[in-house]
């Protein structure tokens, strides 16, 4: 589990995939405290193993459906990375609850400074949205976030700069895919509510209605 504060930003040394595996080499320095082999990293929001350290790195094993479903594959040599290590068991919680599990990516469609601040615009499929509402909490690249607005397909959030310059979210160009991954407390609520499958139904429906609820006594 991880809570979406970047500890430090590190650098792609390598990115290796083929059709059966893969492998990211990170220069890094902050994160490799207290680091074992075997702990876990995100990279980007993603949660990854250690498989090897070095004085200034680590290496760690991907899956070829990783690379392909979140932004890691698109990296090369030198490209900033978020880095953040699994929360201790007595750590202060200072984001909000991230898993490391990319839900998808979005793509980075306007930046626009206002003030202090700077608002990006991701663009998102409606599979994500539906789990994305104003003022709640997501994860872009394993930055904690607050949603400012949302739109029909997608939603803004406001960069202050302290989270500017401590994460690579303003290195960003128009049309950069960026990891996604929705407040875990709504996907389980929604798994909660959905109706279990009637036997004389071939599927459950996807949402609470009034004729279930009054069909099992509400």
Known sequence: MFTGIIEEIGAMRHVIQSNTSGEIAVKAK???EGTKIGDSIAVNGVCLTVTSMQSDGFTAD????????TNLGDLKTGDPVNLERAMAADGRF?????AG???????????????????????AAPELMRYIVAKGSVALDGVSLTVAETEN???????????????TLLSKRIGSRINIENDIVGKY?????TPKIDKKQSSPS?????????????
């Open 30 to 32: 902050a994160v490799l």
């Open 62 to 69: 991907v899956m070829p459906e990783t690379l392909r479903y």
């Open 94 to 98: 200072g984001g909000h609850m991230v």
């Open 101 to 123: 599990h990319s839900d998808g990516t979005g793509s980075l469609t306007d930046i626009k400074k206002e003030g202090n601040a700077v608002w990006l615009t991701i663009g």
């Open 153 to 167: 397909n997608g939603f803004k959030v406001s960069i202050i700069p302290h989270t500017g310059s401590e994460t």
């Open 189 to 193: 609520v929604e798994k909660l509510l």
């Open 206 to 218: 996807p949402y609470l209605t009034l004729e279930y609820l009054e069909k099992n006594g509400f």
